[in-house]
């Protein structure tokens, strides 16, 4: 079986090799969760728990057309407080789907500290749609997540119907991907100067101008996705935003985006 390059594996028990798990005695039902972990070749965590968006429906729903991709590993926390915790190195990518818009000091200076060492360390970064806007008093996360929700700028085009436009087709991530419709809120208020590769875009109907839909770039020797779609479970639907979605996650994480 594959080696697991799970970043935990040397401090996780149930992340072991199926062959060897016998030996600690474990029922059944822990053998088969460690087979399916096993399986997995990166290990990603969603984080959530708050947000002016309604996280309880989406992020069941994010982490289903994650799991598509039966080579990632996902998980939930609703803790926005486990960002402080030594084990959030132990994921291979960190799926951003909260914003503390109403206390973004909480959780506090050290979650945030310790958010940026595990990317700036290797730990891949997601970031879904209003997670733009976390932290958004700290210039230090605004560099993490690429492009940053800009207070001055309020914006986003009201709901409703819009094309999104695969503009890099040689990008591992949107390689073979056609452009398509959604429905969901396009982002134009994001601002930021880090470098960053636009894999997609759309135009809004507030201005005019095309923004981007999908782009990438690094933080220290983290890989960041990021992609600004994603208001509600309606905008996950679309097969093609999902399928963004979960390339991003795989390749965020060290693995080729579409399996091979
Ligand atoms: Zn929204």
């Known amino acids: 079986m594959d080696t697991l390059r799970i970043k935990a594996v040397a401090g996780v028990p149930f992340l072991l090799s199926a062959s060897v798990l016998w030996v ?20 990603v965590l969603i984080v959530t728990g708050e947000d002016p968006h309604n996280w309880r429906e989406t992020a069941p729903a994010l982490k ?11 998980e ?30 909480q959780p506090g200076k050290a979650a945030q500290e310790n958010l ?6 290797g730990t891949g970064v997601v970031v879904v749609h209003f997670a ?3 932290f958004r008093e700290n210039p230090e996360f605004r560099k993490l997540v690429g492009r940053a929700w800009d207070a001055e700028r309020f914006g986003h085009d009201p709901g409703g119907k819009f094309r999104v436009e695969i503009t890099d087709v040689e990008h591992p991530i949107t390689d073979g991907m056609e452009s398509f419709e ?10 930021g100067k880090p470098p960053i590769t636009v894999l997609a875009k759309a135009r809004s109907k507030i ?12 933080y220290g020797k983290g890989r960041g996705f990021h992609c ?20 991003g996650t795989a390749w965020a994480a060290g693995l080729s985006p579409v399996p091979k």
Do not use: C, I
Request: no cysteine; hydrophobic share 40%; net charge negative.
């Open 132 to 134: 733009s806007a976390a």
């Open 228 to 247: 600004p779609l994603g208001h509600n479970v309606k905008a996950f639907e679309t097969p093609a935003a999902g399928e963004l979605f979960r390339r």
């Open 207 to 218: 201005d005019g101008k095309e923004y981007p839909m999908a782009f990438v770039y690094n």
């Open 24 to 43: 600690g005695g474990l029922t059944s039902r822990n053998t088969l969760a460690a087979d399916a972990a096993a399986e997995a070749l990166a290990r």
């Open 182 to 191: 959604t429905e969901d809120e396009l982002y134009y208020g994001l601002t």
């Open 64 to 74: 289903a057309l994650l799991t598509k991709d039966r080579r990632l590993h996902v």
């Open 76 to 105: 939930v926390t609703e803790d926005l407080e486990f960002l402080a915790d030594p084990k959030l190195h132990d994921y291979d990518a960190l799926v951003l789907h909260f914003s503390n818009w109403e206390h973004p000091n």
């Open 116 to 121: 940026q060492k595990a990317v700036a360390n």
